[in-house]
Nanobody, 126 residues
């Protein structure tokens, strides 16, 4: 059974930090690129960051670049999102996702992510 389980969300003051984790099971984790998406209340789910199968390549949505860092541990079957300098506009439900695709010259379309977690709430107070 495929599972992606996120954790690490919570309530934090503006300027604070959180580290999200996504533990994968039921599939070959190292064969999948991983990504984080977020969905603010009443809005669409948007791309935040992605990382290639080996972890050598990554990219970010411009508003989080320099503040967020995506990483992975293929031994622990876990992806991470380290978030610092958090802002109220970062408030959202954060989802991890897995895809066999990682396009070097463009982001992977959301519909090409095969597996999704249930999400973890991040709330940033001003």
């Amino acid at each position: 059974q495929v599972q992606l389980v996120e954790s690490g969300g919570g309530l934090v003051q503006a300027g604070g930090s959180l580290k999200l984790s996504c533990v994968a099971s039921g599939f070959s984790f190292s064969d999948y690129a991983m990504a984080w998406f977020r969905q603010p209340p009443g809005k669409e789910r948007d791309f935040v960051a992605r990382i290639s199968w080996s972890g050598r390549a990554s990219d970010y949505e411009p508003s989080v670049k320099g503040r967020f860092t995506i990483s992975r541990d293929n031994v622990k079957n876990t992806a991470y999102l380290q978030m610092s300098g958090l802002k109220p506009e970062d408030t959202a439900v954060y989802f991890c996702a897995a895809s066999t695709k990682f396009y070097w010259d463009d982001v992977t379309p959301i519909h090409e992510y095969e597996y999704w977690g249930q999400g973890t709430q991040v709330t940033v107070s001003s």
